[in-house]
C-alpha cells in the first residue's frame, strides 16, 4: 500500500492509503471522539461524534471516522467549526440519556463520560421530559439491557451481524424511539455475546454477573491469560477485595482480536465460592500439607500401572513439567488421563499460526465443533470469510454456526468417517485452484474419529494443495502437556489408587479405586469418601504459563494473591516430590521455567522472563469544552 | 570525603550565642523598694479583679458548649419518609474520601427485597471512624444525600472494633438538629461558580 502524507493540527503524519482519518489521528496522540467506529468493525457514520474539518473538502463538518486519508489532506480537529459541532451532537446524545451514572456499571470507564468532560458542554439545556423505558431488561442470563441508556451506535447489532453472524439481536422502531432488542425478545444465545458488553460506549449493555459488584476504581487489574480452552485469548482480570469481580477481553491481534466467548468472560464465580477448599483433609480431617501429602504419597508410591493419575485441562507448562518428573521416576508406568483432551496427536513441527486464517484463500475445517471447541478460532475463520472473502468447507456430521454464511460448502460426514471425506476434497473445485494459502482446521470430532487417519489424511490434503495445517486441541494447555508427555489417554478402569487433580474424572471415579487423593478447588460428591483432600489454587491465583493450539507459549499474571494455607500447585509437587523420595528442590516458578526451556525444545519460550505488563497506547489528549 | 569530615568541627558551634535573647539589664539606679511593692500590687490587682468577671470556663462534660450549626460530627444515613434508604451504593462517598475510611459494596434491589428507589442499594456501608477526619467531602459528593454529618462529637469507646461504624449503626435515627445543619449547610453553597468543574485547560 502507497503511503499518504497529510497533516493533522499541524502534526504531518504519514499512514497507508486507506486509513480513515480517526485511526491516523491517533499515531499522533490525537483524540477524535467516536461512539459508532470501532476499529474491527465496518464504518457506519452512525454517531456523527467524530465530526472535523478538513481541506481539500466541503466547508461543513465531516465524520472523521468514514473518511479515509488523501493526500496533501490538512485536518483541523480543533477548528471553531469542528469543536462546537461535536459539542452539539454531544447535547443531542444527552438528551433522553439519564442522569443515573451514579448507579451505572459503565460509570467511571464510560466513554460518554468521559467525552462530554472534554469534549462537551459544561452545562445541560434539557429540561424537558426524557424518553424512558422499563429497565434493566435482561438480554440474557449475562447481559442486561438498559435502552434509556443507548445512544444508538449500532455497535452490538454491527457486532452480531460482521464479526458473530448471529441474527439475535436488532433496532427496533425509527428516528429518535428506535431501540435495541433482541430478536422476538427471546435471550441471547450465542457464545460470543458478551462481547458487546465490552463494545457499548455507554451503560447500555452491562454484565449482570458483575452487577453493581465494584465500581471501575476499586478494582485492581492484571493481564492474563484465559484458561478455557486451548486458544489462549488473552484477558484482563479485575480484583477486588481479593476477589475475582470482572473478566474482558485484551487485544491481542496475534490471537483474539479482542473478542472472548462467554465461558472465558462470565464463568469465573467459582473463583470467589465461600466453600472453596482451603485446607488439606485426611479423611475428613483437618490437617497439615505435611501429613496430607505424607498420607498422598503412601497411598500412591509403588503402585505401577495400578495407580491412575487424572490431569485438570488447564495445568500450566511448569506443573506438566513437574509431573513429568514425578511420572519419570516413583509414579512410573501410572496410567493418566488428561480432562478434555483430543486425541489429536503431538505436532510434528510447527502448524499454521492463528493469525495467518486472515490470509488464506480456502478455509477447510475438518471434524471439530468449532464454535464451542475454540469460539475465537470460530471467529477468525468468519472474519476470514465475510470480511477477506475466503472460501469456507466444513465437514461435520451436525450443523454448525458457520452454515449461516450461505456460500458454506458443508460436508456432512457419518461419524468417523471424516477422514474419507478429506481424501475425497483435494479433487473438489474449491481447491482445485485456490489462488492463495489454504487452511486446513481439524479436529477429533470429540473422539469419533480415527485420529490417525484423520491426521495423514489432512496432511495428504495439506500437501496436495498447499496448504497449512491446524488441529484444533481442546483442552487448554493440552499442546504443552502433549510436548511434555503428560497429556495421557489411558483408560483409568481397574486401577486401585486415584490421584484426582482437578474436576474427578467425566467417567466418574472407577469403581476397583481404594485409595482416592482429590486435589482440587470446590468440594465435590464423592469427596467425603477421598483419603486426603487437597485444596488446589484455580486460574486466578495461578503463576505459570500455557502453550495455546499454535504454539505460543503465554504467561499467567495472578489477578488474586493466595492465603495460606492454599500452595501453588508448583509447591504442593515439589513437596509431593519430597514425600515420594524425588528431590524435586525448585526455589521458585523462574528456575522450574529456565529448566523446563533447556529441556524441552518446544517450551524454548518459558526461557525469557515474562514480559512486563504490556505498554499501554498514548493517552488521547482532546481539548477543553468550547 | 576525608577532608570534607576532617573539615567538620566536632561539636558544631550553638546556633544561639550565650546572652542571645536575655533581655538587657535596665539601665541606671535601681529605683527602691517602694516602687518594687507598687509594681507586685499593680499584678495583684490584675488577678484580684478576674475574681469578679464573669466565669468562661465551661464544666465539660457536665456543661458543653454552642456549637456552630454547621458543626460536622459523627455520620448518619439518611432514609425518606416512607422508609426507604437513600443510599444508592454509588460510592462516590468512598471514591471523594481523603483517607479511605468508607466501604460501600452495593447490591441489585428487587421487588422481594426492596431496599432504596432505583437499582442499586448499599449492602454493605462501613464508616471507619478511627480514620475519619470528617471532613464532609462524602457529604458533599453525595448525589442523593444520603450521608450526612450529624453533630455528635463524643465518639470514644472501648476497642477499636467498635469504631467501624456499620450500616445499622449509621441508620440510627439522627438528632433534630441535623436538619438544622443540612438548612445551613444549604445557605452556604459550594464556592465554585456555576459550571466550573476544573476542566483541565
Known sequence: MPDINLTIDGHKVTVPAGTLIVEAAKTVGIEIPVFCYHHKLDPVGACRLCLVDFSPGPPRPQTACTTPVAEGMVVRTQSAMAVQARADILEFELVNHPLDCPVCDKGGECPLQDFTFRHGYPTSRIDGPRLHFKKPIPLSENIALDRERCVLCYRCTRYYDEIAWEQELTVAQRGVQSFITSQFDQPLQSNFSGNIIDLCPVGALTSRVWRFESRPWDMTHTESVCSKCAVGCNTTMWQRRGQLVRITSRENDDIDEGWICDRGRFDYTDVNEPSRLRTPTIRGAKSTWADALAATAGGIKGKGAKLGISLPADLTNEEAFLFRRLLDGPLKGAKVKMHGRTAIPAPAGPTMPIKEIDDARVIVVVASDIENDVPIIDLRVKKAVSKRGAKLIVIYPEGVDLDRNPHTVHIRNAKGAAAEEVRKLSSHELLQNPGGPVAILFGDGHGSEDMNDLASACGALAEQVGGKEMPLYRATNERGALALGVAGWDSLDGVEALLSWGPPPTAGVPTSVRFLAAWDHLPRDGYDKAAVVLPATTFAERQGSYTNLEGTVQFLRPPVAINPPLKEAWEVLNELGAALGLELDYPGIFPIQRDAAAKTPALAALAQTPSPEPVTGPVLVGPAHP | ?201
Open chain 2, 1 to 201: 570525603m576525608a577532608d570534607e569530615k576532617s573539615s567538620q568541627p566536632e561539636h558544631p558551634t550553638p546556633l544561639r550565642g550565650p546572652r542571645e535573647g536575655v533581655p538587657a539589664k535596665p539601665e541606671g539606679k535601681h529605683p527602691g523598694v517602694a516602687a518594687d511593692v507598687a509594681a507586685l500590687a499593680g499584678g495583684l490587682k490584675t488577678t484580684l479583679s478576674e475574681f469578679f468577671r464573669p466565669v468562661v470556663t465551661t464544666m465539660y462534660p457536665e456543661d458543653k458548649t454552642v456549637r456552630s450549626e454547621r458543626y460536622r460530627g459523627r455520620h448518619y444515613l439518611r432514609r425518606y419518609d416512607n422508609g426507604l434508604e437513600r443510599c444508592i451504593g454509588c460510592e462516590l462517598c468512598a471514591a471523594a474520601c481523603p483517607v479511605g475510611c468508607i466501604l460501600v459494596i452495593a447490591a441489585e434491589n428487587s421487588d422481594e427485597n426492596r431496599v432504596s428507589p432505583g437499582e442499586r442499594y448499599a449492602k454493605t456501608y462501613e464508616i471507619n471512624m478511627l480514620r475519619c477526619i470528617f471532613c464532609g467531602y462524602c457529604e458533599d459528593a453525595c448525589p442523593v444525600q444520603a450521608i450526612v454529618l450529624g453533630p455528635e462529637y463524643e465518639l470514644s469507646d472501648t476497642s477499636r472494633e467498635k469504631f467501624i461504624y456499620t450500616k445499622e449503626k449509621l441508620l440510627e435515627p439522627m438528632p433534630p438538629d441535623v436538619e438544622a445543619r443540612l438548612r445551613a449547610s444549604a445557605a452556604h453553597p459550594s464556592p465554585l461558580p456555576d459550571g466550573e468543574r476544573g476542566t483541565p485547560k
